[in-house]
């Protein structure tokens, strides 16, 4: 089983930047596509970006494509998601997960394994 293990979230006011991690578990983290995902209260959960084991291919949702960017680091098992300019209405928690054999995907249903969130507010 693989664990997920995020962190950075927090307050920020509108216009700022905040750094997600997402640490994993497992000796193939390589191949794992990866994929973060965000939910805000009373709303459905939604894919911010994704990307594959080999980092050839990322995907960013169009709400977030110039303010965000997602890498990893294989070396050290971790994910990242940096985000800027941040806005209100990109206040949710955020989650990070993983498909263990496969592409990335913008389907949360095709990811095996899942953080436990780490919230994010953004204050106007």
């Known amino acids: 089983e693989v664990q997920l293990v995020e962190s950075g979230g927090g307050l920020v006011q509108a216009g700022g930047s905040l750094r997600l991690s997402c640490a994993a578990s497992?000796?193939?983290?390589?191949?794992?596509?990866i994929g973060w995902f965000r939910q805000a209260p009373g709303k459905d959960r939604e894919v911010v970006s994704c990307?594959?084991?080999?980092?050839?291919?990322?995907y960013y949702a169009d709400f977030v494509k110039g303010r965000f960017t997602i890498s990893r680091t294989n070396a050290k098992n971790t994910v990242a998601l940096q985000m800027g300019s941040l806005k209100p209405e990109d206040t949710a928690v955020y989650y990070c997960a993983i498909v263990q054999y496969g592409t990335l995907s913008r389907f949360g249903n095709s990811y095996d394994y899942w953080g436990q969130g780490t919230q994010v507010t953004v204050s106007s």
């Open positions: 497992g000796e193939t983290f390589d191949d794992y596509a």
């Open positions: 990307i594959s084991s080999e980092e050839y291919s990322t």
